[in-house]
Every structure is written in structure tokens, then in C-alpha cells.
């Protein structure tokens, strides 16, 4: 029989003891939604294409963020695949009041991936600087902002300081007058990254959210051009027409659309018409399922085998994320559409009472557990380390 510990020994393990026991990250690994989940990852992809080469598209959400984003999503993803060699980065393309695109090559093994990440926040910049005069700790957008002297609790300040004056805001001037403009913008650089877009390349985008509404209002938005009647709304509807063809898996992160959708939509009227209406990735999704089920779909012009194969969406929550939803199945899966629901873990729960909101809206892509299904997708690819 083992002695027990002597009681001072016992008294200084007990600290670490309660520390172990107070902290938690409940979904990790990751614990899927719906039995039985299964879908491919970059790897995979790479593997399937007829050249061996994918584009990924990467969308970035709410929050001040820069090319230094870029290159860490790159990174962590790339790591997943082993692709252990320099990047290979190119120029960004952007000139003033342009949404910057960041183009960067992975070699892997007998293929490539392209990946070409979308930031658009320096578009709300300058209105965001106008709440720096409110911020305890200045971030790099507020360097030189007079002090702000009143005293606030630590944790108040970190989230007055981020979530209330940083990430908030952007979705307040998405949702008002500046929207329009924005997404112009986005349009503009849906037609710039895709400009030389193989018809036969698979495409992976990756958005996170309020990148994800940006993008999804913008391409359905484009689909809507087909009409118009001009050369320019002909090229910018067949673009995002195209974009939905080649979109083989689409990865959302800390999904805003279930709430952010709600501005879109009218008060129900008073003889009880329903007041959920299609959000703009429904129509999207149900445009990309008409490349699978419609009475064209084999001969649709541009259709690639991509689209004849169908969409995998795969979509990561963290349930501790206040600002976060799952998508639900009945709303967004279609024909030739698969929606999976992704729980993970971005940060420590402590006391099985609270999680860090800034951490656990934030951390999406830092999480090696979505870096890795991202990569090498469930059940892990064998071409993955």
C-alpha cells in the first residue's frame, strides 16, 4: 500500500489540483452535430482536382485585421497539410479605397493550393477612429488618440476596448448607409480574384462572420445582374455565376447570418404572413443547388465538376461565442448542398461558468482542431501528418 502524501505536500498540489479542475475546453476536439459526419478536406481536394490545383478564396469577419491575418490563416493551414516549405507570396492587389486581395501559393507534394485573402477592413477604418477618443488601451488604429482617463474595471475595459469599439461597429456600419458602398467594394474584388479563375479548378472559401454576409450579399447581389443589360452586369453576374459553379466546399467561421439577416427582413404583416424570409445565403445556396437538380444542369454553361459534384458546407461554433449561431440543416441544406455543424472550443471555460467572449469570437482560425478538419477534413486524410 502507497504511503500517503505528507499533508504539505498534499496542501501545495492543491492549487494546481483546483486549477485543473476549474478550467475546461468542452469541445476539445471538436464534436460534430450530426452523426455520422464525414467530408473531405484541402488535402482531398488537391488530390481530386484534374490539375492538382484549388483556389481559396479567405474572408475575414468583424474586428480591425490586416495582412498579418492573412499570412497566420495561410500558415495554420498549410502546417495541417505538412506543406513544410516558404510560402510563396505575391504582391497584394489593391490601390486606395480598394479592398486589398493577398495572393500566396502551397505547394503540396504533386499539387497546389491558391490562396487569395480578401481584407476589407480598411474600409471602415476611418469610421471606427472615431471611437478612439473611448478606448482605455489604444489599438493600432487609435495610436495617438488622446487618453482616455475615467477608470474601468480590467475586464470592462478589454471588452469596451475590442468588442464595443472595434468589432461592434463594423457590423453597425454594414447594416446602415455605408452598406451600398461596401458592397461595391466587394464586388469589385470578387471580379479581381477570380479574373483568371480556371472554369475547372475547384474553389474552397473559407469566411468568417461578418465576411460571410459581405460576401454572401454581394455575390446574390451579382446573380441579380443578369438582367440589367449592360457588358458590366453581364461579367459581374457570370463571375459570381461562375464562382458558385467552381465553389466545391465552403468553411464558415462564427456564423452571423442566422442574426445579422434579421435587418433584412420586414415586420410580419397583420393576417400572419411568416416573418422568416430567404437570407442571402439561402438564395445563394439555391442557386449553386440548381447547377446539381435543374432541367439544364449537365450542359449549364461554365458548369464544372465541381458543381455537378456538389457543396460541402462545413460550419464552426463555438456554443460559449455570444455572437455566434450554427446553421440549421432544414434552412440551409439542398439538393447537391451538405451542411455540417462543427462544435469546438477557442478558449478555456472556467468554473463551467464563463468563457472569453473576445477569445471565443476571435480564435476561429487560430484553432488548431478547425486548422486541421479545414486541411485534412473528417475522417483525417491519410495525406495529412
Not at 460534430?32 to 478536406?41: D, S
Not at 495554420?76 to 516549405?85: C, E, P, R, T
Not at 468568417?208 to 454581394?218: H, R, V
Not at 462543427?342 to 468563457?355: D, K, P
Request: contains cysteine; hydrophobic residues 45%; aromatic residues 4%.
Amino acid at each position: 500500500m502507497k504511503k500517503p502524501l505528507p499533508l504539505p505536500k498534499l496542501l501545495l498540489g492543491l492549487p494546481l489540483m483546483l486549477s485543473l479542475a476549474a478550467c475546461s475546453m468542452p469541445y476539445r476536439p471538436a464534436q460534430f452535430m450530426e452523426a455520422g459526419t464525414t467530408f473531405p478536406g484541402l488535402a482531398q481536394f488537391v488530390q481530386q482536382a484534374p490539375a492538382h490545383r484549388i483556389d481559396v478564396l479567405l474572408v475575414h469577419g468583424m474586428c480591425t485585421h490586416d495582412a498579418s491575418w492573412a499570412s497566420g490563416t495561410v500558415r495554420q493551414l498549410a502546417d495541417a497539410l505538412a506543406a513544410n516549405v516558404p510560402l510563396s507570396a505575391e504582391a497584394s492587389k489593391a490601390t486606395p479605397d480598394q479592398i486589398e486581395i493577398i495572393p500566396a501559393t502551397v505547394p503540396t507534394g504533386d499539387g497546389a493550393i491558391r490562396f487569395q485573402s480578401l481584407i476589407w477592413s480598411p474600409l471602415t477604418t476611418p469610421l471606427k477612429q472615431q471611437l478612439c477618443y473611448d478606448q482605455t488601451g489604444k489599438s493600432a488604429i487609435c495610436q495617438g488618440a488622446p487618453p482616455y482617463t475615467p477608470a474601468r474595471a480590467g475586464i470592462n475595459a478589454r471588452v469596451k476596448d475590442l468588442l464595443m469599439d472595434d468589432c461592434l461597429p463594423d457590423a453597425l456600419i454594414y447594416q446602415g448607409v455605408a452598406r451600398d458602398a461596401m458592397q461595391l467594394r466587394m464586388r469589385d474584388a470578387v471580379l479581381r480574384a477570380t479574373a483568371d479563375a480556371e472554369p475547372g479548378t475547384p474553389l474552397v472559401v473559407i469566411s468568417e462572420s461578418l465576411g460571410s454576409k459581405i460576401l454572401f450579399d454581394t455575390l446574390s447581389r451579382m446573380l441579380d445582374e443578369r438582367g440589367a443589360g449592360s457588358s458590366e452586369a453581364a461579367r459581374a453576374a457570370a463571375a459570381a455565376q461562375q464562382t458558385l459553379d467552381r465553389m466545391a466546399y465552403l468553411v464558415m467561421a462564427a456564423n452571423q447570418i442566422p442574426i445579422l439577416g434579421l435587418a433584412d427582413q420586414a415586420l410580419p404583416s397583420a393576417i400572419g404572413r411568416r416573418a422568416v424570409q430567404q437570407d442571402s445565403l439561402q438564395r445563394v445556396l439555391e442557386r449553386r443547388s440548381a447547377a446539381v437538380t435543374g432541367p439544364d444542369s449537365a450542359a449549364a454553361p461554365g458548369a464544372t465538376r465541381a458543381a455537378l459534384s456538389g457543396l460541402t458546407l462545413v460550419a464552426f461554433t463555438d456554443p460559449n461565442d455570444l455572437l455566434s449561431y450554427t446553421l440549421q440543416k432544414e434552412r440551409y441544406e439542398r439538393p447537391g448542398v451538405t451542411v455540417h455543424n462543427v462544435l469546438v472550443s477557442n478558449a478555456h471555460t472556467w468554473f463551467g461558468a464563463l468563457e472569453n467572449p473576445l477569445d471565443a469570437h476571435m480564435r476561429y482560425l487560430d484553432n488548431p482542431d478547425i486548422g486541421r478538419l479545414i486541411s485534412c477534413g473528417e475522417p483525417k486524410s491519410q495525406l495529412c501528418r
